[in-house]
């Protein structure tokens, strides 16, 4: 472990190996096995390095028991004898940025509030740790944020040493170390001592900057989402362009845009508010409509459309009004069929006898009481045809 090329010089580029074996695995995935890699294989929380082995892509990297295979696009039986290896240094930075941040912000959540990092992933945007408490505040996100920032413009040199299990008693370890042997240590002098097999930069500058995006509730812990490096500008031009179009839509400084639209909102659900309200009065209209049209004091009418929500306002807004009379209503909605069966206070028969009898008609399910109830289902029959079955039982 301590002879490979990304543990001995983390900022290797390029190198030269030779060709070990060739193989293809039980899933069909080609791959290459060298004498040597820079390439970081998935594991410990930092994703897989890409890039080329000669001409070969190399598109996922694996240790499989004692080997490091390089899985290519290609088969690469015909390539033999010294290959050079060449990372893409991009993506590989990026991950060494996001890493060594996550170490210099679980410290600090550490040092200044005791919140230890139970889990760490290291996404494709941002990059997340679980810390162990049920509650953080913004206060604490900001002296946290500070912290690590702090460390990072210290410039402090990132050290890696190789121990035994019985060395470990003399470094102050964030954590416990889960592995007897091949232990790596990744140590920021005077801050954080933690064992690590992933790949980090030579001192803390090169992390950038950090930056604390959001906060999320998971089980009893606190997932913290943060970006280092180049991921902040990223994340910073992605919210500039967000908040830049809000405020043109809003016609309205970028400093104004939060206030504009808390104000919109507040009008909208005012409006909402008002909408409903005169929708329910022209329900009322329509129901004293229709109940000057009944039948043996029956109300009967089929609707295309119309939410089923709608007809329960609607039939409890007829029998309130009259309370003789059924409503029996009918809507087809986009080919399928739904009914309300309503009755007033002075009807004895119940609702339930309709929905027993029409729901079977049109393969439906439904629910209710005794005075209203509801169903929906296959538009097996025509609207007309079931709103006659449900009137049948009322001659």
Same mark, same amino acid.
């Given at each position: ?16 190996a ?12 080609? #791959? ?13 929380g ?14 996922? $990297? ?24 060449v &990372? ?26 005791d ?13 997340t ?12 996100? !900001? ?22 299990k019985? /060395? ?35 001192s803390?500058?090169? $992390?950038? &900057? &950090? ?33 830049? /179009? ?13 206030? !504009? ?7 909208a659900?005012?409006t ?12 009322v209209?329509?129901?004293n ?13 089929? #609707? ?6 709608t ?16 409503a ?8 399928? &069929?739904?009914?309300?069966?309503s ?39 025509s !609207?007309? /045809? ?5 009137? !049948?039982?009322f001659?």
């Amino acid at each position: 472990m301590k002879e490979l090329y990304y543990y001995q010089d983390a900022m290797l580029k390029e190198f030269h190996a030779n060709i070990v074996r060739t193989g293809i695995d039980e899933d069909g995935r080609p #791959f290459i096995v060298l004498s040597n890699t820079a390439f970081y294989p998935t594991g410990g929380g930092q994703p897989h390095d890409t890039g080329f082995i000669n001409d070969f892509r190399v598109i996922d $990297v694996e240790k499989v028991e004692n080997e490091i295979r390089h899985y290519v696009e290609e088969d690469p039986s015909t390539l033999h004898g010294e290959i050079i290896g060449v &990372l893409d240094w991009e993506r590989r930075f990026d991950h060494m940025q996001q890493h060594c941040g996550q170490h210099i912000l679980s410290a600090a959540f550490v040092e200044l509030f005791d919140f230890a990092t139970v889990s760490f992933h290291l996404g494709s945007e941002l990059v997340t740790i679980d810390i162990n408490t049920d509650q953080v505040t913004e206060e604490q996100l !900001a002296l946290v944020e500070k912290r690590a920032n702090k460390i990072i413009l210290e410039n402090r040199t990132i050290e890696t040493i190789w121990v035994t299990k019985e /060395d470990l008693h003399n470094y102050p370890l964030r954590k416990d170390v889960s592995v007897e042997e091949d232990i790596r240590l990744v140590i920021i002098p005077d801050y954080d001592y933690n064992g690590c097999g992933g790949i980090h930069p030579t001192s803390t500058g090169q $992390v950038s &900057l &950090l930056k604390i995006m959001s906060t999320e509730k998971m089980k009893k812990n606190i997932r913290v989402s943060f970006v280092c490096g180049n991921r902040v500008l990223t994340q910073l031009a992605m919210r500039k362009k967000v908040l830049s /179009d809000v405020a043109r839509n809003l016609s309205v400084p970028e400093e104004d845009a939060a206030i !504009a639209l808390q104000k919109i909102q507040k009008d909208a659900k005012a409006t909402e508010k008002a909408l409903g309200e005169a929708q329910d009065a022209l329900l009322v209209y329509e129901a004293n409509d229709l109940a000057s049209n009944k039948v043996n004091n029956v109300v009967a009418c089929n #609707f295309v459309n119309r939410s089923v929500q709608t007809l329960q306002k609607l039939g409890r807004a007829i029998v309130v009004q009259n309370p003789d009379l059924v409503a029996l209503l009918v809507s087809e909605n986009e080919g399928k &069929l739904q009914f309300v069966a309503s009755k007033g206070t002075n009807v004895n028969l119940s609702m339930k006898e309709v929905s027993s009898k029409v729901l079977p008609l049109i393969n439906g399910k439904g629910g209710g009481n005794d005075s209203l109830v509801q169903g929906g289902g296959e538009k097996v029959i025509s !609207a007309e /045809d079931l709103l006659k079955e449900m009137r !049948a039982i009322f001659s």
